[in-house]
C-alpha cells in the first residue's frame, strides 16, 4: 500500500542538502558511513531476493487457499545401510553416486548446484529448512549430507538424510500432477545409475516403515481461516484423519499450526498405487478447498464489516508495530490473506503474504541481517521486515 506523501517546502530541502555537503566536509568519515549504509542495504535486499521461491508466487490452481504442493519420493541404494547406522565410507560412496549422476547427465542436471551440508552455516541450514527444501534432519548435518538445488527451488534433492536420496518437488497452489511429474522425471535419471533397494512385494524400502512401498509422500499447503473462525476445524480435520491424511502444521511432523496454515499429506505409501495415493489426496483437498470456500461465504452474509475490519486492524498492527512476535506475526497475516482472499482488502499480493511465511522466521531474519539475533532483536526486525513487504 503506498505511502501518504509528506509535502515538504522547498527552501527547506536547500538547507538539508547544505547540511549534509557541511557534514561531509566537516567529517571526512561521514561519506565512507553513508556508502557503506548503501552496500550493507544492496546486501540486505540481494538477500532478500535469495529467500524467494517459485511456491511463493501466489499462483496455481485454488491459489487462494492451496499455497503450494509437494511430491517427495525416499529411495536407497541397494546393499547400503541406510544413513542413520552408515559408516562415513558408506554415506561417502552414496554422496558419490550423487556426484557421478549429476556429471554423466548434465542436460538434466545443469541448473543444479550441489551444496554440502558441513560448508554451511547454522543460520543459513535453518533458512533452507523455512524455505522448505530440506529437513531439520538433514540441518543437523552429518559428514556426507549435502543438497541437490535446482535454480528455481522447485526441484531438490536431499542426500544421505534419513534416506539416501530424498526428491522433491515443491510448485505453487494445487499442482500435484505436475509435482509428481517432476519428481519422477529426476528419480528416473537416479534410477538409470542406481541399483535402488527394491522388493518384488514391499516395492521401495526405506529407513522408516510408513515410506515402505511407493516412497511417495504428496502434501498440500492449506490455509483454512474460516473454518477455524466458524469452529468448524475440529470435525473437519477429524474427517480426514479417518481417511487415511494426516494433518500437521506449517512444517510437517511434529509441528503444530499456525496462522491457520496445515500441511495435509498422506499417512503410509505401502498397498495404493502412486495414482491412488495423489489422486485421494486430490479429492480431499477438494472437499477441504469446498468447505473453506462455503465457510468463507457464511462469514461474508453473516458479517461482511467484521471480516473486513478484523483484516483492517490486523493490517494496521502490522504496519505500525515496532515489536511483533514469531504467533502474533502468523496470526495476523492470517487475517491480512483472509481479507485480501475475500475482496476486502486491497494493494496486498498473495506473493509478498507468502514470502512473509518464510522472511519473519528465525533463520530467515538473521541471514538477512547478516548476523545473530536474540530473541528480542529478531521480533524488532520482524516488524521492519513486514513493513517492508507489505508497503
Known amino acids: 500500500m ?3 506523501e509528506r509535502q515538504v517546502p522547498e527552501d527547506s530541502l536547500e538547507k538539508d542538502a547544505a547540511g549534509a555537503e557541511s557534514i561531509k566536509e566537516d567529517n571526512p568519515l561521514a561519506e565512507e558511513a553513508v556508502e557503506d549504509g548503501g552496500r550493507e542495504s544492496g546486501l540486505e535486499e540481494q538477500r532478500r531476493v535469495n ?26 541404494v541397494g546393499g547400503i545401510t541406510f544413513p542413520s547406522l552408515a559408516s562415513d565410507e558408506q554415506r561417502k560412496k552414496v554422496y558419490t553416486m550423487m556426484n557421478e549422476v549429476v556429471g554423466s547427465q548434465q542436460d538434466k542436471f545443469s541448473s543444479f548446484e550441489l551444496i554440502d551440508m558441513e560448508s554451511l552455516s547454522s543460520i543459513e541450514r535453518q533458512v533452507y529448512v523455512e524455505k522448505h527444501l530440506i529437513s531439520p534432519l538433514l540441518a543437523r548435518g552429518g559428514r556426507f ?7 528455481d527451488e522447485v526441484v531438490s534433492i536431499m542426500i544421505n538424510e534419513e534416506d539416501h536420496f530424498r526428491i522433491q518437488c515443491l510448485l505453487p497452489g ?9 519428481s519422477t522425471k529426476f528419480d528416473d535419471c537416479l ?25 511417495l509422500r504428496a502434501s498440500v499447503m492449506v ?13 473437519i480435520l477429524s474427517a480426514v484423519n479417518q481417511v487415511g491424511l494426516a494433518i500437521r502444521g506449517l512444517y510437517g511432523e511434529g509441528t503444530e499450526a499456525a496462522g491457520n496454515l496445515f500441511q495435509v499429506s498422506n499417512q503410509v505409501t505401502l498397498g495404493q498405487s502412486e495414482d491412488e495415493i495423489l489422486q485421494n489426496l486430490y479429492s ?29 486492524r490486523a493490517f494496521g498492527i502490522l504496519m505500525n508495530a515496532r515489536i511483533i512476535a514469531s504467533d502474533e506475526a502468523m496470526r495476523l497475516l492470517s487475517d491480512v490473506r483472509l481479507g485480501v482472499d475475500m475482496g476486502l482488502l486491497k494493494n496486498v499480493t498473495a506473493r509478498s503474504l507468502n514470502e512473509l511465511l518464510v522472511l519473519t522466521r528465525p533463520g530467515c531474519l538473521q541471514y538477512l541481517k547478516g548476523k545473530p539475533l536474540s530473541p528480542y532483536e529478531r521480533d524488532l526486525e520482524r516488524a521492519v521486515q513486514i513493513q517492508k513487504c507489505l508497503s
Not at 174 to 182: A, G, M, P, R, V
Request: charged share 30%; proline share 3%.
Open 51 to 76: 529467500l524467494a521461491s517459485r511456491w511463493m508466487e501466489g499462483s496455481g490452481p485454488e491459489s487462494d487457499i492451496v499455497i503450494s504442493s509437494r511430491v517427495r519420493l525416499a529411495r536407497n
Open 223 to 235: 490455509h483454512l481461516p474460516a473454518l477455524v473462525i466458524t469452529r468448524q476445524i475440529n470435525r
Open 174 to 182: 494445487l499442482n500435484l500432477d505436475k509435482s509428481w511429474q517432476e
Open 191 to 215: 534410477e538409470k545409475q542406481v541399483d535402488y533397494a527394491f522388493h518384488e512385494q514391499l516395492g521401495y524400502l526405506a529407513a522408516c516403515p510408513t515410506n515402505v512401498g511407493t516412497g
Open 284 to 312: 480431499i483437498t477438494g472437499q477441504l478447498v469446498k468447505q473453506e470456500k462455503n465457510a468463507r461465504e457464511l462469514l461474508l452474509n453473516e458479517g461482511r464489516e467484521k471480516v473486513a475490519d478484523r483484516a483492517g
Open 145 to 151: 549430507s549435502a543438497l541437490l538445488l535446482r535454480e
Open 2 to 4: 503506498a505511502k501518504e
